[in-house]
């Protein structure tokens, strides 16, 4: 029933069933997981984070919710703790293109340019085309730019506007997320 609610985007419905499943069988895999993303789809960060955090406790191997929990740290502003979650997915199930730009993301975040790089660039090698290529154009761009690589700057800016009028984006300039 939550799943058909959540379909129609009919969150707090959505929301109540999942809790009443939990209270009937709080031990279910992917509940929380469930959970989380309706939480996730409101913007309710530490709510979703929660949930994807018992998750990650009721499956340790399960990378989208190592992914998810790292995702929602990430939108906390938690760039340290996101970034453990992210590696263990990552090692979980590697080359995800979701993964790896969040991980370059949190890594960029606590200062680690080298393995922010290092993470894009994996990204790039298995997605060269759509809007997360695009978007990891743009964070390689400020990154580079950071560090005084005006013309790697300058290459990455070029490729992100090319997805972005190849994605049918008419405003370039406009910063992914």
Known sequence: MAENLLVLRRTDEAQKEYEQALKLR?????????????????????????????????????AEAAYRLGDALLRQGK??????SLEHSN???????????ALGKAQALD????????????????????ELAAQTHFALAGLYRKQGKTVDADREMKDFQR??????????????Q
């Open 163 to 176: 997805l972005r009028t190849a994605n049918g984006q008419s405003s370039p300039a406009t910063p992914p």
């Open 91 to 101: 090692k979980l199930q590697p080359q995800m293109p979701e993964t790896l730009y």
């Open 79 to 84: 760039a340290h703790e996101a970034q453990a």
């Open 111 to 130: 200062g680690d340019a080298t393995t922010a790089e290092k993470s894009w660039l994996e990204l790039l090698s298995i997605e060269k085309e759509g």
């Open 26 to 62: 709080p031990d279910t895999p992917h509940l929380h997981l469930e959970l989380g993303e309706v939480f996730a789809l409101a913007s309710r960060w530490p709510e979703a984070e929660e949930q994807f955090r018992a998750e990650t406790k009721l499956q340790p191997g399960n």
